[in-house]
């Protein structure tokens, strides 16, 4: 223990560079009894209370002018609660000491953040408000190995470092603190003054709430109540579950008009939730919500990952939204990005003078296209932050899933550099075999304590096994977006119709492939932006064709294996590309002409025929449940297969991707009888011309595509068509 008579120990603790403050401060054993020790800067005087009856003790004497105070109390060995009252030039007050209480990380949790497998670590590390020994206050806990000094800062103590210095376990780097009468709600950042000596104000990594940008601090928050697992909502997500959803960004799907202001989290689950319902749609999934500094990121540079962004309103008006998603039978999805962090001053970045974080060799550890901190995979501490935010939003708010963002990026070293500009792993290879163990680590950690919640990886790369399980290889997510798929259709779809018997292939491949992962077929935020345009304005020809063709394109997809994922305004058309700053055009459903309430109707109808006819769901990723009926006929653009479900049942598919109207069209069938139209794209409730098969048709005894019998149907122009066998 240090002797008051250093004077460059006291020195060092009034600078805020002493970063042992519990050797010095608190009740300490001497010879003569035991000592007290204070730092109490602009304190007039204090005096040593006993907390069991309230008697002052003794005086304590101004060792130092700048706020050092001691005294002893002779004659008694063993320490006792005490308080300090402390006077003011213009208050007094009754404080409990932080510096009387112990140790607060146990053993266990200590080892197991340091191996990094603790599955819940925040709920050690971060501020949690708990009674100690009897005294109400908030516990904090900060992870930042190479600092010289960790203070707790905020409103509670003017936002000076020298007051709280925090206790270092040097066993595992973490510096913690038990503030009495610290409360939720207050305002508070970490004050480090990094091994280089620099001083920084940091956010909390673990914060349960951060304020909005511009402001930068972190919130006391209480951990929200765990949310128990849910059969529905499991059975929901199922391989054989029809799965439809509506990819939102909260900030833009509908806005104040007279001030063009967000929608509250309240306001929003008054209208978004009941519309998603409405709509057919089974999840919605949120574009990420965790707090994040700049808005023209949607969400994907987060820095607070524990925290909703307070956009709009609390962590709890959040929850509020998820329950209200839940009660209207809806599974939410998140938007998780564990891909990458920005630079900002308050975050992550170089967290306590060093790359913690992040890869210190910016050939590991930037990102050159977003310009963005890439996380360090491989240290446990790293590990167990990421897979702990995971479980978090399952376990804590009730989320259904997440979408992870951007796999290609993490387990690729070489994504989007030039040879040189990158560094193999240490079998020289390219994949990054860390951020491959922590993807299955998270994926197996979800797996075996959220059962039924889904991970999705937007991975745009053929790499084998995404939707493999771990213990086969593979990454271990349930589902995979079918990048591809995407990319060819709608390539296919920009094509003038007289050119696409030329790219008939484009619609077809698809097939070979469909049953390697387990397939989302996408239309997402990604493809309605900079510069691609809307999806409507990529069909081609005039404003018939364009509509006609992406009702068609629909028909087509919600038929094609694989769940469905559409960003919101495409269910309506939207015409202009996708706008952060605005709210979608809902104006256009009011327009006389009726083309956007048509494609909005056809979605609807969609979504609830999809949701009621088991062969376009049951086997998706079962190659008995599709079978080609007509796959080459190039000249006509012609496209006709059947969807089956485990009984054997068939819906017939028809697409017709010329503005031609074919006539007696001959189809082969397996199953004869009368055939009923259920979906026809081109009908008038969705503005089309209306041509069709009076509803119903009935099988022909003569044979056709190395079938039996067969259909001759009338095939409207830019249309797709559904038939089911009546009984």
């Given at each position: 223990?240090?002797?008051?008579?250093?004077?460059?120990?006291?020195?060092?603790?009034?600078?805020?560079?002493?970063?042992?403050?519990?050797?010095?401060?608190?009740?300490?054993?001497?010879?003569?009894?035991?000592?007290?020790?204070?730092?109490?800067?602009?304190?007039?005087?204090?005096?040593?209370?006993?907390?069991?009856?309230?008697?002052?003790?003794?005086?304590?004497?101004?060792?130092?002018?700048?706020?050092?105070?001691?005294?002893?109390?002779?004659?008694?060995?063993?320490?006792?609660?005490?308080?300090?009252?402390?006077?003011?030039?213009?208050?007094?007050?009754?404080?409990?000491?932080?510096?009387?209480?112990?140790?607060?990380?146990?053993?266990?949790?200590?080892?197991?953040?340091?191996?990094?497998?603790?599955?819940?670590?925040?709920?050690?590390?971060?501020?949690?408000?708990?009674?100690?020994?009897?005294?109400?206050?908030?516990?904090?806990?900060?992870?930042?190995?190479?600092?010289?000094?960790?203070?707790?800062?905020?409103?509670?103590?003017?936002?000076?470092?020298?007051?709280?210095?925090?206790?270092?376990?040097?066993e595992n780097g973490i510096w913690e603190l038990?503030?009495?009468?610290?409360?939720?709600?207050?305002?508070?950042?970490?004050?480090?003054?990094?091994?280089?000596?620099?001083?920084?104000?940091?956010?909390?990594?673990?914060?349960?709430?951060?304020?909005?940008?511009?402001?930068?601090?972190?919130?006391?928050?209480?951990?929200?109540?765990?949310?128990?697992?849910?059969?529905?909502?499991?059975?929901?997500?199922?391989?054989?579950?029809?799965?439809?959803?509506?990819?939102?960004?909260?900030?833009?799907?509908?806005?104040?008009?007279?001030?063009?202001?967000?929608?509250?989290?309240?306001?929003?689950?008054?209208?978004?939730?009941?519309?998603?319902?409405?709509?057919?749609?089974?999840?919605?999934?949120?574009?990420?919500?965790?707090?994040?500094?700049?808005?023209?990121?949607?969400?994907?540079?987060?820095?607070?990952?524990?925290?909703?962004?307070?956009?709009?309103?609390?962590?709890?008006?959040?929850?509020?939204?998820?329950?209200?998603?839940?009660?209207?039978?809806?599974?939410?999805?998140?938007?998780?990005?564990?891909?990458?962090?920005?630079?900002?001053?308050?975050?992550?970045?170089?967290?306590?003078?060093?790359?913690?974080?992040?890869?210190?060799?910016?050939?590991?550890?930037?990102?050159?296209?977003?310009?963005?901190?890439?996380?360090?995979?491989?240290?446990?501490?790293?590990?167990?932050?990421?897979?702990?935010?995971?479980?978090?939003?399952?376990?804590?708010?009730?989320?259904?899933?997440?979408?992870?963002?951007?796999?290609?990026?993490?387990?690729?070293?070489?994504?989007?550099?030039?040879?040189?500009?990158?560094?193999?792993?240490?079998?020289?290879?390219?994949?990054?075999?860390?951020?491959?163990?922590?993807?299955?680590?998270?994926?197996?950690?979800?797996?075996?304590?959220?059962?039924?919640?889904?991970?999705?990886?937007?991975?745009?790369?053929?790499?084998?096994?995404?939707?493999?399980?771990?213990?086969?290889?593979?990454?271990?997510?349930?589902?995979?977006?079918?990048?591809?798929?995407?990319?060819?259709?709608?390539?296919?779809?920009?094509?003038?119709?007289?050119?696409?018997?030329?790219?008939?292939?484009?619609?077809?491949?698809?097939?070979?492939?469909?049953?390697?992962?387990?397939?989302?077929?996408?239309?997402?935020?990604?493809?309605?932006?900079?510069?691609?345009?809307?999806?409507?304005?990529?069909?081609?020809?005039?404003?018939?064709?364009?509509?006609?063709?992406?009702?068609?394109?629909?028909?087509?997809?919600?038929?094609?294996?694989?769940?469905?994922?559409?960003?919101?305004?495409?269910?309506?058309?939207?015409?202009?590309?996708?706008?952060?700053?605005?709210?979608?055009?809902?104006?256009?459903?009011?327009?006389?002409?009726?083309?956007?309430?048509?494609?909005?109707?056809?979605?609807?109808?969609?979504?609830?025929?999809?949701?009621?006819?088991?062969?376009?769901?049951?086997?998706?990723?079962?190659?008995q449940g599709f079978e080609w009926l007509v796959?080459?006929?190039?000249?006509?653009?012609?496209?006709?297969?059947?969807?089956?479900?485990?009984?054997?049942?068939?819906?017939?598919?028809?697409?017709n991707f010329t503005p031609v109207p074919r006539?007696?069209?001959?189809?082969?069938?397996?199953?004869?009888?009368?055939?009923?139209?259920?979906?026809?794209?081109?009908?008038?409730?969705?503005?089309?011309?209306?041509?069709?098969?009076?509803?119903?048709?009935?099988?022909?005894?003569?044979?056709?595509?190395?079938?039996?019998?067969?259909?001759?149907?009338?095939?409207?122009?830019?249309?797709?068509?559904?038939?089911?066998?009546?009984?």
């Amino acid at each position: 223990m240090p002797e008051l008579s250093d004077r460059q120990t006291i020195n060092l603790l009034i600078s805020g560079h002493y970063a042992d403050p519990f050797a010095l401060l608190g009740m300490h054993q001497c010879a003569e009894g035991l000592q007290v020790r204070a730092l109490v800067p602009d304190a007039q005087e204090v005096w040593l209370v006993e907390a069991a009856h309230g008697r002052r003790l003794v005086q304590l004497e101004r060792a130092d002018e700048r706020g050092f105070f001691c005294a002893t109390v002779p004659r008694r060995k063993k320490p006792f609660h005490y308080q300090l009252a402390i006077s003011w030039p213009d208050a007094s007050l009754l404080i409990e000491d932080p510096y009387r209480f112990g140790p607060l990380l146990q053993e266990l949790d200590s080892w197991l953040l340091a191996e990094g497998t603790h599955l819940r670590p925040y709920e050690h590390l971060g501020s949690h408000p708990q009674t100690l020994d009897g005294v109400d206050g908030t516990r904090f806990a900060v992870w930042a190995p190479n600092a010289r000094r960790v203070s707790v800062v905020g409103e509670f103590n003017f936002w000076d470092g020298r007051r709280h210095p925090m206790r270092l376990r040097k066993e595992n780097g973490i510096w913690e603190l038990f503030l009495p009468a610290v409360h939720a709600g207050q305002l508070y950042k970490y004050e480090i003054i990094d091994c280089r000596g620099d001083i920084h104000l940091k956010a909390d990594p673990y914060a349960f709430e951060a304020q909005m940008r511009p402001e930068t601090a972190s919130l006391i928050n209480l951990l929200p109540e765990r949310v128990a697992p849910d059969e529905q909502r499991q059975l929901a997500n199922n391989f054989d579950a029809p799965i439809s959803i509506y990819e939102v960004h909260l900030g833009s799907w509908r806005r104040h008009s007279e001030n063009n202001y967000w929608l509250s989290y309240q306001e929003l689950a008054e209208q978004l939730i009941p519309y998603v319902k409405e709509m057919g749609f089974t999840h919605i999934e949120l574009l990420p919500v965790n707090e994040h500094p700049f808005d023209g990121s949607w969400g994907y540079q987060p820095l607070g990952l524990y925290a909703p962004t307070r956009r709009f309103g609390t962590p709890q008006a959040f929850k509020a939204f998820i329950d209200a998603a839940h009660q209207a039978g809806l599974n939410v999805l998140l938007d998780w990005v564990p891909g990458h962090f920005p630079e900002d001053e308050f975050g992550l970045a170089k967290f306590d003078g060093t790359a913690l974080y992040e890869y210190a060799d910016p050939r590991e550890g930037f990102h050159q296209d977003w310009n963005t901190l890439i996380y360090n995979y491989g240290r446990h501490e790293v590990r167990n932050y990421l897979a702990g935010n995971a479980l978090f939003w399952l376990e804590r708010y009730g989320i259904d899933g997440l979408r992870v963002d951007a796999v290609a990026s993490m387990i690729y070293r070489d994504y989007s550099r030039a040879e040189g500009q990158w560094v193999p792993n240490h079998y020289g290879g390219k994949e990054n075999l860390e951020a491959i163990a922590f993807l299955r680590y998270t994926n197996q950690t979800l797996g075996q304590n959220r059962p039924g919640a889904v991970t999705m990886a937007e991975e745009s790369t053929d790499y084998p096994g995404v939707t493999l399980p771990p213990e086969l290889n593979g990454l271990g997510f349930h589902y995979k977006w079918n990048m591809g798929w995407m990319h060819d259709t709608l390539a296919y779809m920009q094509l003038d119709p007289v050119h696409r018997k030329y790219h008939h292939d484009r619609l077809t491949f698809g097939i070979l492939y469909a049953y390697s992962e387990n397939f989302v077929l996408p239309l997402s935020h990604d493809e309605v932006v900079h510069g691609k345009r809307s999806l409507l304005d990529r069909m081609p020809g005039d404003a018939w064709q364009k509509f006609a063709g992406l009702r068609a394109y629909y028909g087509f997809m919600w038929a094609h294996p694989g769940k469905k994922l559409l960003f919101m305004g495409n269910e309506f058309a939207q015409g202009r590309e996708w706008n952060h700053e605005s709210s979608l055009d809902w104006h256009l459903l009011d327009e006389p002409e009726g083309w956007h309430r048509g494609v909005q109707q056809l979605v609807r109808d969609l979504n609830h025929c999809y949701r009621r006819q088991p062969p376009l769901y049951q086997l998706d990723f079962q190659p008995q449940g599709f079978e080609w009926l007509v796959v080459d006929d190039r000249e006509n653009s012609v496209f006709a297969f059947v969807r089956r479900d485990q009984q054997g049942n068939e819906l017939l598919v028809v697409s017709n991707f010329t503005p031609v109207p074919r006539y007696g069209y001959r189809i082969g069938i397996n199953q004869p009888g009368r055939w009923r139209e259920i979906i026809n794209t081109d009908s008038c409730h969705y503005h089309g011309g209306n041509l069709g098969n009076q509803g119903a048709v009935e099988s022909e005894a003569q044979g056709s595509h190395q079938r039996a019998h067969s259909l001759v149907l009338t095939l409207p122009p830019l249309a797709t068509l559904y038939l089911v066998k009546e009984a």
